[in-house]
Structures are given as C-alpha cells and as structure tokens.
C-alpha cells in the first residue's frame, strides 16, 4: 500500500510540473510561417489610379461593359462628377435623381466605387447656384446618397464654383460663411461613415478654427472634423500647387499627419514649368501627402513622363494602402470549445493606410467538406498605417466549430452588408499564392486541427 501511494504520489508530481512550468505538449506546438511579399499590382477597394467620368443634367447613365472593362486595368474607383447646371434656380428633376440613383446600382454590380462630386458647371465663365438652392439640392440627394452609401468611397465638397473647386463663384459662396454653410450641409446630408475633401487645408483649418492635426482618438471617430480631408486638383504643378499651399511646409505636414485618418487624392494639372513631376519628386510626395488616389485621364503629358521613366507601375501598386503579411506564429492543434491564439505581423507598404471601416474575420475551411466558419476580430484595420509593422495578436473563441481539420483565412470585407460578400469589395493582401478571389479572402498557410 505504502509503495502504491508514492507512486501515485510522483505521477500527480510530474503531471503538475508539466502543467504549471509550460512543459511544451502537442497541443502547443507552433507552425511559425515567413510569407512571401508580391510584386504584381493589385486592384483593391477604394484605392489606386482613377477615372473621371463626368456627366451633364440628366445625361448619359453609366455603362456596366465599361465598369466591367476598368478590372482590366486594375481600376476599382471613377469619379463620378455630376453636372447640375439645368438646376440652377430649380429643384432636381426625377429624371436626374433616377440618373444618379441607376449609376449607384450599376457601380454596385460592378464591384466599384465612386468618389463622388456635384457642380454646376464646367466652364469658368459660367455661374454657379445660390446657397438656398445649394441645399435644397442636398436635401433632394440624402435619400440616394443614403441608400447607396456602400459605393461612395469618398465625396468631394463641390458645389461651389466652376469644376466644384470652390473657386471662381459667381454667388459669392467663396465667403467664409457660405463656404462652412455648405460644408455643414455637406456634413449633415452624407451618413458619418462618408468622408468629404475640400480642396486645400485652410478650408478645412477655417471649419474647425484649428490647425493642430487631430490625433487618433478624433481621427478613428466620426465627428466632424474627423470626416474632412483633402483633394488637390493641381498635384505636382508648382512649388505651392498653384495656391494650394499658404506655407508649403507646415501645409504639408499638416496634411501628412491629418492623412493617417482622412483621405488625400486628386489630379495633376499643367506644370508651370518647375519640373515638379520627375518620378523621384512625385513617390516622395505621395509618401509624405498620404496619397490615395489619383486621376488617370489628367493631366496626360505628367502621366506620360511616369509611363516613359518606369515609375507608373510602381505608383500602380502603393497609392493608398497595401497591406501584407509578413509572418504568424500559430498552433497546429487545439482542443474544441477552446480559443485559439492568432498571432500574426502585418505591414503597409503603401502610401496611405485604409480610411474607411472594416470588419476582419478569421475563417476556418473544412479540409473535409469545405464549410466555412467565420469568427470577428476586434482589429481596426484602419491602424496599419504604413511602414509600421502591425501586431494582430487576439484570442479567438471556437465554440460552434466541429473537430476536424481545417485551413486558417483572413477575411477583411466592406462594413456594409450590402455587399461585404462581394469578393470585389474585400481587401487582397499583397502574398503571393494567398489570395481566394471566389470568397474575397487571404490564405494564412496553415491548418489547424481541433481534437
């Protein structure tokens, strides 16, 4: 009896240790993984080089054979300006509310997204609107806007002027009143998820009476501040952008601070004969500025100057965010109804992070039967900003998931239900060998098996 209690005695002693000391069991072996960065461009949501399609009153609706054709040219985003200029002194017919309301519908089947924009005309000798009608017309817009939320990626203020650049008003909406008026309606029509650029950083700096750049706890908010950004329509084309800038430097520190949470895109314009556009002046630029998109169709010569140097691919691939994996270190067995460590490093190496919310999941595939069981992260997707290396490290729950073995996803889908099931609206990680396209997710390399 004496020697039965001592043995039980060193087995309850040596399964304690094991236990208590981290003595490494099959259930905690890891599978450390180094992914492999790829070098094609990749077409993303709300990212990238543009088109610019603009239409007259109640004009020609948008074609989905030509949305379609932009995949092949790796194009994700237009921007769609709207001509108001039948409607100056008069509401929005049905007509042109169907017109908008159709081109929203077809961006949708398409897998793009619009950067949207409304004036009243294009030629700087003609006018503009007044105020009253202004927001009358933004109140005929709310409902549409509201509705199609999910294919705006961004909104540029418009309205006011020729082009909608806020310039050359024949209502006097320039004065600092009119112009926080519209701002303001612009604001209170658009859902808060919908960020609005105005065009140069004192507009936004006159709004908030601030030229502090807000920091992360205001910038990943929805506040009013936190939702305005900036285009600037004469990228590259002078020392200041032909007025862009007041005090170049601290304007562009500001914006590049600002640009961790809020978008800068645009055009280029032509040059005033500095030579502003060499490849080296326009990558540093972008990388400083935070740049997200850019417009294809303008201005062509500065375009061609990239395309001739062997720049414009490189400008393809990290304008806006582009985000990879680098490496994970995860379990290759676990117990059910247990939670599983997902520990994985991230990197952008694009020039902007995401600006527009995200839900993240972990996905689990049967390697039996390939059902699908999708688990919530609590990332925010918006904090890979680039050339920061991004610990996802969260701890996940996998009741519901049967025993079996099963191949590790990261699936990071648009926030609106609309269509967070579109592959076109997921974000690709820029792996190679990763990428799902039927299901819009990123291959971890791993497989897990639950006991």
């Known amino acids: 009896m004496k020697y039965k209690f001592l043995a039980l005695f060193f087995l309850g002693t040596l399964l304690s240790c094991g236990d208590d000391n981290g003595t490494e069991t099959k259930e905690e072996l890891l599978s450390e993984i180094n992914y492999l960065a790829s ?56 007509e042109q509310l169907n017109l908008i309301t159709s081109d929203f519908e077809k961006l949708r089947t398409a897998g793009i997204k619009c950067i949207l924009r409304f004036a009243y005309n294009s030629n700087q000798d003609e006018s503009d609107a007044p105020l009253s ?70 507009y936004k700096q006159e709004f908030s009476g601030n030229s502090t750049p807000m920091d992360a706890i205001v910038g990943y908010g929805t506040s009013d501040v936190a939702r305005i950004g900036f285009h600037n329509d004469c990228f590259l084309a002078s020392a200041d952008d032909y007025g862009t800038y007041q005090n170049i430097t601290e304007d562009k520190n500001y914006i590049s601070k600002e640009a961790l949470y809020v978008p800068t895109g645009g055009e280029t314009c032509p040059p005033s004969g500095v030579p502003t556009s060499s490849c080296e002046t326009a990558a540093n630029e972008m990388s400083l500025l935070k740049w997200t998109y850019l417009n294809l169709d303008y201005y062509g010569p500065v375009l061609t100057v990239w395309k001739n140097s062997g720049c414009f691919e490189s400008f393809q691939k990290k304008l806006g965010y582009r985000l990879i994996l680098k490496s994970a270190s995860l379990k290759s067995e676990t117990a059910g109804n247990s939670n599983f460590e997902l520990n994985v490093t991230l990197d952008n190496v694009g020039y902007a992070p995401v600006y527009n919310k995200k839900n993240t999941f972990l996905v689990f595939k049967s390697v039996s039967d390939g059902t699908l ?69 990123n291959d971890l390399l791993h497989t897990l098996t639950i006991n």
Not at 74 to 81: K, L, P
Not at 377 to 400: F, H
């Open 39 to 94: 070098n094609d461009v990749i077409s993303n949501p709300e990212r990238g080089f543009m088109h610019h399609w603009a239409v007259e009153s109640e004009g020609t609706p948008l074609n989905i054979v030509s949305l379609n054709s932009l995949k092949n040219e790796n194009v994700t985003i237009i921007n769609r300006i709207y001509y108001l200029d039948l409607f100056k002194d008069k509401d929005l017919s049905a």
């Open 133 to 202: 009608i202004v927001e009358r017309h933004l109140d005929q817009l709310k409902p549409i806007v509201t509705d199609n939320a999910d294919v705006i990626a961004f909104v540029q203020a418009g309205f006011i002027g020729s082009w909608g650049e806020w310039y050359y008003t024949t209502n006097n909406l320039t004065s600092s009143e009119n112009k926080k008026a519209v701002l303001e309606k612009l604001l209170e029509v658009f859902p808060k998820e919908i960020k609005i650029q105005v065009r140069t950083p004192q």
């Open 373 to 441: 069981y999708k688990k919530p992260l609590k990332i925010d997707i918006r904090e890979v900003i680039p050339n920061v290396n991004y610990k996802l490290n969260e701890s996940v729950n996998l009741s519901g998931i049967p025993e079996g073995q099963y191949k590790l996803y990261l699936k990071i889908e648009d926030s609106n239900s609309t269509i967070s099931n579109k592959p076109e609206f997921s974000i690709q990680l820029a792996n190679r060998n990763t990428w799902d396209a039927d299901k819009g997710m």
